[in-house]
């Protein structure tokens, strides 16, 4: 069974930045989208950003356009979410999946097939 790993989450102030990492011990993601989703207390689960395998399409969700960064290091296995400029509505549990496509948008769960656990994400202050 295929299983994502998250990390680098935590408790951070309004406008300072974090990074995520994700990555899958034993299972190569070079031939996958990989896409980040968050889930807010209370809400849906939302699609936030997707990176595609071969030439590294990006796309985001509207709210987070111009402050998070997605990218790929193949060599080393691992996805990155770059969050700068936070604030207090980017709470949530990011989770990472792995799919064959990111669409032509923020992704939708349905196009993932593997998944993390999650790491929690908070902006406070």
């Known amino acids: 069974q295929v299983q994502l790993v998250e990390s680098g989450g935590g408790l951070v102030q309004p406008g300072t930045s974090l990074r995520l990492s994700c990555t899958a011990p034993?299972?190569?993601?070079?031939?996958?989208?990989i896409a980040w989703f968050r889930q807010a207390p209370g809400k849906k689960r939302e699609g936030v950003t997707c990176?595609?395998?071969?030439?590294?399409?990006?796309y985001y969700l509207d709210s987070v356009q111009g402050r998070f960064t997605i990218s790929r290091d193949n060599a080393k296995n691992t996805v990155y979410l770059q969050m700068n400029s936070l604030k207090p509505e980017d709470t949530a549990v990011y989770y990472c999946?792995?799919?064959w496509g990111c669409g032509y948008g923020p992704p939708v769960q349905p196009d993932f097939n593997f998944w993390g656990q999650g790491t929690q994400v908070t902006v406070s202050s």
């Open positions: 999946a792995a799919g």
């Open positions: 034993g299972f190569t993601l070079d031939y996958y989208a």
């Open positions: 990176i595609t395998s071969s030439v590294g399409d990006t």
